[in-house]
């Protein structure tokens, strides 16, 4: 399989973002890597246009709480979209699959109820270094690519 680093893409293809409100919901568990995927996130919303007063950052104990700190961001009001950013690491029990299950669908639900983008941007890695290697490693930084799709779906949903 050929791997590349996803990150790389056309800024003059995103929309200017200085109308938009955005909220970033962040899980704590894997901070290191989670810390990570918020900063590109909202680097990349401040390089297309989105004012420092109009990204709100929330964080959640862990990724299955995704789902309650977008609903709830969502139910203020306060947003264009939520952006969910978090990292599941495989391990030895079930969690792993139970979590991904619940975030998934979790956000699908959400999105659907509010009528607005909720961006999953949630590792889900075997180990630790393929989750590196995305949060601004050799995959580039997946905190990015979601910041860019908020832009792309908020210009869709005017
Ligand atoms: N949360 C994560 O964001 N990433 C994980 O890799 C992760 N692994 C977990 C493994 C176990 C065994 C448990 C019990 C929880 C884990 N959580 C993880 C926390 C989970 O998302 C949630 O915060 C808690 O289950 C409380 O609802």
Request: hydrophobic share 35%; net charge negative; with cysteine.
């Amino acid at each position: 399989m050929k791997k590349t680093n996803l990150s790389d893409y056309d800024p003059s293809r995103v929309p200017d973002g200085g109308r938009y409100k955005i909220s970033i919901v962040v899980a704590e568990w894997n901070a290191e890597i989670t810390n990570a995927l918020l900063q590109g996130a909202y680097d990349t919303l401040l390089q297309h246009g989105v004012a420092e007063d109009n990204i709100n950052i929330i964080h959640v104990p862990g990724s299955y709480e995704l789902t309650t700190g977008a609903d709830l961001v969502l139910r203020r009001g306060q947003c264009d979209a939520v952006i969910c950013l978090g990292c599941v690491i495989q391990g030895d029990t079930r969690h792993f699959d139970f979590i991904c299950e619940a975030v998934s669908q979790g956000l699908t639900n959400v999105s659907l109820k509010h009528e607005k983008p909720v961006i999953f941007g949630l590792l889900t890695t075997n180990n630790m270094q393929q989750a590196l290697d995305r949060c601004g490693g050799k995959h580039g930084n997946k905190g990015v690519e979601a910041a860019v799709t908020a832009l792309k779906m908020c210009a869709l949903c005017e």
